[in-house]
């Protein structure tokens, strides 16, 4: 398991592999005045979510055609059936909003998106100098500002510790993520859990500073930027670690206890103990006010996929899967449902903790979205065409969400919405007036179709 200071020393500040000043310096500005925030989940999943998967399974026949055809169609979800792995949020029908229709050509498809799904550009194999921007969901984290400003976790590969992310806090930079629970329960909350440590971090990071300061001396241009950014870096850390010391004691209340299972790195947790503890420690850290702003890897296709009801003994690869290999006798379609089901099942925890939580007039899912969306696009071999969004918003949401099922116009004709209208009216509904977030798609630039600007529909 990697700490954080053996990741920051391994990651190389100078080497701005990974720059960590836009996360953070969110603490020291509130762009937006807010006194509640907006939260926003972004849950990614691997191997495709097919259109038919989320659609509802009792449309008529008339709506069904236009389903078909990805014509456009709009029908409320309270007079229809969820399919059945979506029948565990039936009693949140009225947040879900199931959206279909959005290309993402722009972005990876195939296998992996890596960064390029949060930033709607080409990741080219997910090199570092393929990033062109910072992803979607570091741009919400400014607008919501909060001790670590964005929080990334994942399930990808299999790995544990502090390691590379797949979001992006600026061009040609990658974030860092938390791989298992009981890293990011003890990195979260280490003011409460290791005061010690923190201190003891402070003291590296000033030390790391000093270093930077003094190679600064002489450089230009693009590189002198760098290490402007990562010196920034440096004191966003060391304030907020400050300011999480001052407020360890309330941080306390929301501390996430965590079964021994998890314990170095949980090697013997099945996906679903993994995934539940996961989910504590998202939930405690947004109850906590540690951040505003979640994006979780729930898995990819190197994932080792273990304890799944009726594969409970096998350890199912999420790769084969998609290539229709059957585990334990089960089909490959069944079990790529059953691995769906346990995805819903964390969603439902996520909606039902926040309802419990009081907040203002109301409670904590008030203010929230969560969105589950295929990382690759439409199916295990994505191709950008389609990429299906599951949403779920609370009551005091910036958009008009909740309870519909929305089919956009396919790729190419007039009316049709990309990824990057779909980024850009998160953004605009929430204090950001930017024209269009994103790269533009080829094939509507091509026939000189309108394709920027948020999506009017879903504007409240």
């Known amino acids: 398991m990697t700490s954080r200071r053996s990741f920051l020393r391994a990651s190389g500040l100078g080497a701005g592999a990974m720059a960590l000043a836009p996360a953070f310096n969110q603490v020291l500005a509130a762009p937006n005045k807010a006194s509640v925030p907006k939260r926003f989940i972004f849950i990614r999943k691997s191997s495709g979510l097919r259109p038919l998967e989320i659609a509802p399974v009792n449309l008529s026949e008339a709506d069904q055609a236009l389903d078909e055809k ?53 990741s080219n194999r997910n090199t570092l100098s393929a990033i062109k921007r910072a992803t979607i969901d570091f741009e919400l984290a400014k607008l919501f500002p909060s001790p670590f400003g964005h929080v990334e976790l994942s399930f990808a590969g299999g790995r544990t510790g502090i390691v590379s992310g797949y979001s992006a806090p600026a061009p040609q930079t990658r974030n860092y993520c938390y791989a298992d629970p009981e890293t990011a329960r003890n990195e979260l909350f280490k003011s409460v859990l290791n005061p010690e440590a923190v201190n003891s971090d402070n003291d590296m990071l000033s030390f790391l500073q000093g270093r930077e300061s003094v190679r600064e001396r002489g450089v230009k241009g693009r590189e002198k930027r760098r290490q402007e950014v990562q010196i920034e870096s440096i004191e966003a850390i060391r304030e907020r670690n400050r300011k999480l010391i001052e407020i360890s004691g309330s941080l306390a209340e929301h501390l996430p206890e965590l079964d021994p299972v998890h314990a170095n790195g949980g090697a013997n947790a099945s996906t679903p103990e993994k995934q539940a503890a996961m989910t504590d420690v998202l939930v405690a850290a947004l109850k906590a006010g540690l951040t505003n702003v979640v994006t979780y890897t729930i898995d990819d296709l190197g994932t080792p996929i273990t304890g799944l009801p009726g594969n409970e ?133 091509r026939k000189k179709l309108d394709q920027t600007g948020p999506i009017r529909q879903l504007m409240a």
């Open 313 to 445: 003994t096998d350890r199912v690869g999420i790769h084969p899967l998609g290539h229709d290999e059957a585990f334990g006798g089960v089909p490959a379609w069944k079990t790529r449902e059953q691995i769906r089901i346990s995805h819903v099942n964390q969603i439902k925890t996520i909606v039902e903790r926040l309802k419990a939580t009081p907040e203002g007039e109301g409670n904590m899912f008030d203010n929230t979205m969560i969105m589950y969306f295929p990382e690759n696009g439409e199916t295990h071999h994505g191709i950008g065409l389609e990429s299906p969004f599951l949403i779920m918003a609370g009551n005091k949401c910036s958009l008009d969400l909740g309870g519909r099922y929305v089919r956009l116009p396919v790729l190419g004709v007039e009316g049709h919405k990309t990824l990057g209208n779909w980024y850009t009216t998160l953004l605009n509904a929430h204090g950001n007036p930017i024209a269009h977030y994103g790269d533009l798609d080829l094939e509507m630039a």
């Open 70 to 122: 990805k014509q456009p169609l709009e029908v409320d979800l309270d007079r229809h059936e969820l399919p059945k792995w979506l029948r565990g949020l039936e009693v949140y029908k009225e947040h879900m909003t199931i959206l279909q229709g959005l290309s993402a050509k722009m972005s990876e498809n195939v296998h992996w998106s890596f960064s390029s799904v949060m930033g709607c550009f080409k």
